[in-house]
């Protein structure tokens, strides 16, 4: 689409006056971000920047009430971006006649920071401290999105922007964007195109189950970013590959054994559950990812190694931003950006002055657009650098805010006097970044724990069983599983344990399971980190399928201004009372399959938030589609026909030269008969009698009765007699 705006060009958008900002790095050009269906531009104002979204890919009103229908989600953290107005010729007439393109353009905040697939696609690090907060912030979010019966539907890294990165007090360290896909309770799914790429599971679906796998992988590709090999082992926009999905490919071991190492096996777990989720509904839950997030006391930032005394040599650095501090102070804010960029460029990855000079870069760059001041650059400066180039640089600058965010600023270096250790003092020990499990200096934790499986266990099952597998196992004496707010759980070793694997029972399950609850591992005493088992009360998980309008026949269905539902019983019975509805669909999870024919149920996810947690029965063909009751086979009809004369002969009785006819039934009046090819005939009286006479003896012919209007009756033309018959008509 070609769509061309310069520098200060005046928008007029109800009555606000906004002006089109300059790039901070491409001198002369206005700040425009291109995508593949739209173009975001920023703008300013008294009040501060705003994103104009000129796209292309849908130009309808549902666009309009899609936006009306966000507004309210606009108060939850990280999605400011629902805040928006759609732009048309209806509501802003003057601004779309001059120009044109802007009809169903769409006006949102701006939110300053990188997005996660710059960090991605520039190998970007994050200490684990910001790796497990952005994890966390993203899970607290999606599953706020979830709880209220949504979904994004295009979760991708170009839609995740990581604005805590730039500012640390910004609303939330995560934000969406792009939410013209977003669909679910209260909001109609737009005529958008199927979102492609490696964040979509191999299995299409249109269900609310859509964010569950592409955002399971945004959160362990912030949780394993911190680590070295896992930026190294990444494709060029995302970590797994399109052909690495659901396989066990390097890039998986990679990621797997990096999440083991340095979160435990929880996260490490949930990867491999995951790879086996053969559709998106079969997915963990959004919300089974904050309960698998480590602690932030694993979150250990490994410490710069001191630096060893050295002959001291003016720092390049120091005086690129002391020279760029002077330029700012003498009003030449451009040319200090440039050199504070320099000196970016030129500092070491781990260097925790990074963080300083790129919030004084952001904030260069803001006074920069606000006062459209960008001046001609000094003439030592050259703009002859490829236009890619200048790109590519403002991108890797607003990404390096991601370098150092969590350490202290550029402060003197002073020396701390080194604590000697004595007899009776033990020397620190500097914090591993693996944290798996204490020192194996201890004889009962020479172990190493590799896997637990299963990573569920269903407490309906007999007998309940797990394996762990690893080193040492052999000196394992106790096992306990441990969860808040309830007992802890004695594991029997069984027989058949060896070095590497320690089976294990739980013959004694005294405690209350409702839902899914996560219980950590306990061997001789102490915690496995990371190594979680959850038992849970249901056996499985389906999908509403079978509550189908063409079941209505069966009385189980009704049919609302939102579709089918039927309703869930307190017994598995006909006769008992009904409770709550479910609709095609709705999640629901399966506590018990008796008796036969019935599923006992607990609503997992629903429209009606209000339903969630919810317990009934369910006949199973309303929850499978399957093995149905038999439609009824419909009685066949006679097809209507109008009235007619019906004739019987009642005698011969009568005159042989003669015939006698009677009619019932209807009104003979005007009426009258006429033997077919002879000129006799005959007008009936009152009681519907009509006598012709005339013919031969015992003659064979045929009469026909016509009204008065002369019109042969239906049922009385050519009716054959002979003389001598009484012949007898019904109307009907």
């Given at each position: 689409?070609?769509?061309?705006?310069?520098?200060?060009?005046?928008?007029?958008?109800?009555?606000?006056?906004?002006?089109?900002?300059?790039?901070?790095?491409?001198?002369?050009?206005?700040?425009?971000?291109?995508?593949?269906?739209?173009?975001?531009?920023?703008?300013?104002?008294?009040?501060?920047?705003?994103?104009?979204?000129?796209?292309?890919?849908?130009?309808?009103?549902?666009?309009?009430?899609?936006?009306?229908q966000?507004?309210?989600?606009?108060?939850?953290?990280?999605?400011?971006?629902?805040?928006?107005?759609?732009?048309?010729?209806?509501?802003?007439?003057?601004?779309?006649?001059?120009?044109?393109?802007?009809?169903?353009?769409?006006?949102?905040?701006?939110?300053?920071?990188?997005?996660?697939?710059?960090?991605?696609?520039?190998?970007?690090?994050?200490?684990?401290?910001?790796s497990?907060?952005?994890?966390?912030?993203?899970?607290?979010?999606l599953?706020?999105?979830?709880?209220?019966?949504?979904?994004?539907?295009?979760?991708?890294?170009?839609?995740?922007?990581?604005?805590?990165?730039?500012?640390?007090?910004?609303?939330?360290?995560?934000?969406?964007?792009?939410?013209?896909?977003?669909?679910?309770?209260g909001?109609?799914?737009?005529?958008?195109?199927?979102?492609?790429?490696?964040?979509q599971?191999?299995?299409?679906?249109?269900?609310?189950?859509?964010?569950?796998?592409?955002?399971?992988?945004?959160?362990?590709?912030?949780?394993?970013?911190?680590?070295?090999?896992?930026?190294?082992?990444?494709?060029?926009?995302?970590?797994?590959?399109?052909?690495?999905?659901?396989?066990?490919?390097?890039?998986?071991?990679?990621?797997?054994?990096?999440?083991?190492?340095?979160?435990?096996?929880?996260?490490?777990?949930?990867?491999?559950?995951?790879?086996?989720?053969?559709?998106?509904?079969?997915?963990?839950?959004?919300?089974?990812?904050?309960?698998?997030?480590?602690?932030?006391?694993?979150?250990?930032?490994?410490?710069?190694?001191?630096?060893?005394?050295?002959?001291?040599?003016?720092?390049?650095?120091?005086?690129?931003?002391?020279?760029?501090?002077?330029?700012?102070?003498?009003?030449?804010?451009?040319?200090?950006?440039?050199?504070?960029?320099?000196?970016?460029?030129?500092?070491?990855?781990?260097d925790?002055r990074?963080?300083?000079?790129?919030?004084?870069?952001d904030?260069?760059?803001?006074?920069?657009?606000?006062?459209?001041?960008?001046?001609?650059?000094?003439?030592?400066?050259?703009?002859?650098?490829?236009?890619?180039?200048?790109?590519?640089?403002?991108?890797?600058?607003?990404?390096?805010?991601?370098?150092?965010?969590?350490?202290?600023?550029?402060?003197?270096?002073?020396?701390?006097?080194?604590?000697?250790?004595?007899a009776?003092?033990?020397?620190?020990?500097?914090?591993?970044?693996?944290?798996?499990?204490?020192?194996?200096?201890?004889?009962?934790?020479?172990?190493?724990?590799?896997?637990?499986?299963?990573?569920?266990?269903?407490?309906?099952?007999?007998?309940?069983?797990?394996?762990?597998?690893?080193?040492?196992?052999?000196?394992?004496?106790?096992?306990?599983?441990?969860?808040?707010?309830?007992?802890?759980?004695?594991?029997?070793?069984?027989?058949?344990?060896?070095?590497?694997?320690?089976?294990?029972?739980?013959?004694?399950?005294?405690?209350?399971?409702?839902?899914?609850?996560?219980?950590?591992?306990?061997?001789?005493?102490?915690?496995?980190?990371?190594?979680?088992?959850t038992?849970?009360?249901?056996?499985?998980v389906?999908?509403?399928?079978?509550?189908?309008?063409?079941?209505?026949?069966?009385?189980?269905?009704?049919?609302?201004?939102?579709?089918?539902?039927?309703?869930?019983?307190?017994?598995?019975?006909?006769?008992?009372?009904?409770?709550?509805?479910?609709?095609?669909?709705?999640?629901?999870?399966?506590?018990?399959t008796?008796?036969?024919?019935?599923?006992?149920?607990?609503?997992?996810?629903?429209?009606?938030?209000?339903?969630?947690?919810?317990?009934?029965?369910?006949?199973?063909?309303?929850?499978d589609?399957?093995?149905?009751?038999?439609?009824?086979?419909?009685?066949?009809?006679?097809?209507?026909?109008p009235?007619?004369?019906?004739?019987?002969?009642?005698?011969?009785?009568?005159?042989?030269?003669?015939?006698?006819?009677?009619?019932?039934?209807?009104?003979?009046?005007?009426?009258?008969?006429?033997?077919?090819?002879?000129?006799?005939?005959?007008?009936?009286?009152?009681n519907?009698?009509?006598?012709?006479?005339?013919?031969?003896?015992?003659?064979?012919?045929?009469?026909?009765?016509?009204?008065?209007?002369?019109?042969?009756?239906?049922?009385?033309?050519?009716?054959?007699?002979?003389?001598?018959?009484?012949?007898?008509?019904?109307?009907?």
């Amino acid at each position: 689409m070609s769509f061309q705006l310069a520098i200060d060009d005046q928008l007029i958008i109800d009555g606000i006056t906004y002006q089109v900002c300059a790039h901070p790095a491409i001198p002369g050009r206005p700040f425009v971000q291109a995508g593949s269906h739209s173009h975001v531009v920023q703008l300013r104002t008294a009040g501060g920047f705003v994103a104009l979204k000129v796209q292309w890919q849908l130009r309808d009103p549902a666009l309009v009430n899609h936006a009306q229908q966000l507004q309210s989600l606009s108060t939850i953290p990280g999605l400011q971006a629902a805040r928006c107005l759609v732009i048309t010729a209806a509501n802003q007439p003057s601004l779309v006649a001059a120009w044109p393109e802007l009809d169903y353009a769409i006006l949102m905040p701006w939110l300053h920071g990188p997005t996660w697939q710059e960090l991605i696609r520039h190998r970007r690090p994050l200490s684990p401290t910001q790796s497990l907060n952005l994890a966390r912030a993203l899970a607290n979010l999606l599953t706020e999105i979830e709880q209220r019966g949504l979904a994004h539907g295009d979760l991708q890294p170009a839609n995740v922007m990581l604005p805590g990165l730039i500012d640390p007090a910004a609303t939330a360290p995560i934000a969406l964007v792009d939410l013209e896909t977003m669909h679910g309770v209260g909001i109609r799914r737009l005529p958008l195109s199927t979102p492609e790429g490696p964040y979509q599971h191999p299995v299409a679906t249109t269900g609310l189950a859509v964010d569950r796998f592409g955002g399971a992988l945004l959160i362990l590709e912030l949780l394993g970013w911190c680590d070295e090999q896992v930026r190294a082992a990444s494709a060029d926009e995302s970590f797994f590959a399109p052909e690495d999905l659901l396989r066990p490919t390097e890039r998986f071991h990679i990621l797997r054994d990096a999440l083991a190492q340095r979160w435990g096996l929880g996260p490490a777990q949930m990867l491999e559950r995951l790879w086996q989720c053969q559709t998106p509904m079969t997915c963990p839950l959004l919300k089974e990812w904050q309960a698998i997030l480590p602690s932030s006391s694993l979150a250990i930032d490994e410490p710069l190694s001191p630096e060893p005394t050295m002959p001291s040599f003016p720092d390049p650095v120091i005086a690129l931003i002391d020279n760029a501090d002077t330029l700012r102070s003498q009003g030449q804010p451009a040319q200090a950006l440039s050199m504070y960029r320099d000196a970016l460029d030129r500092l070491p990855t781990g260097d925790p002055r990074a963080s300083e000079v790129m919030r004084t870069i952001d904030s260069l760059e803001r006074e920069i657009a606000q006062t459209s001041a960008l001046p001609e650059q000094q003439a030592t400066l050259s703009w002859s650098l490829p236009l890619a180039i200048g790109i590519m640089t403002i991108v890797i600058l607003m990404v390096l805010a991601a370098v150092g965010l969590n350490r202290t600023t550029l402060s003197t270096a002073t020396t701390l006097p080194t604590a000697e250790p004595t007899a009776n003092t033990l020397p620190t020990p500097t914090p591993s970044p693996t944290a798996v499990l204490p020192s194996p200096t201890s004889p009962r934790l020479s172990l190493k724990v590799e896997r637990v499986t299963p990573a569920e266990l269903y407490i309906g099952t007999r007998p309940l069983e797990l394996t762990v597998q690893g080193d040492g196992l052999s000196t394992v004496k106790t096992a306990i599983l441990r969860a808040a707010g309830y007992e802890p759980l004695a594991l029997t070793i069984m027989a058949g344990s060896s070095d590497r694997e320690l089976r294990l029972q739980i013959n004694n399950l005294n405690i209350n399971i409702v839902g899914a609850i996560p219980f950590t591992l306990e061997l001789n005493g102490t915690p496995v980190p990371g190594a979680a088992v959850t038992l849970r009360d249901y056996s499985s998980v389906r999908v509403i399928a079978g509550v189908r309008p063409e079941y209505t026949y069966t009385g189980r269905i009704t049919v609302d201004a939102n579709g089918a539902f039927t309703l869930m019983r307190e017994e598995p019975s006909p006769e008992s009372a009904v409770t709550y509805p479910v609709r095609n669909g709705d999640e629901v999870e399966v506590l018990s399959t008796q008796p036969e024919g019935w599923y006992r149920l607990r609503i997992r996810t629903s429209g009606d938030q209000n339903l969630i947690g919810q317990i009934g029965y369910l006949e199973r063909w309303l929850v499978d589609n399957t093995d149905g009751p038999t439609p009824p086979i419909p009685t066949p009809t006679v097809p209507s026909e109008p009235p007619r004369l019906r004739f019987v002969k009642l005698s011969e009785n009568e005159d042989t030269r003669c015939i006698l006819v009677q009619i019932t039934g209807i009104s003979t009046f005007g009426w009258g008969v006429s033997i077919d090819g002879l000129r006799l005939r005959s007008a009936f009286d009152s009681n519907g009698n009509a006598r012709v006479c005339g013919l031969r003896a015992r003659q064979e012919v045929t009469f026909t009765v016509r009204d008065e209007q002369g019109v042969a009756v239906r049922g009385g033309v050519g009716v054959p007699t002979r003389g001598g018959d009484v012949m007898f008509a019904e109307w009907r």
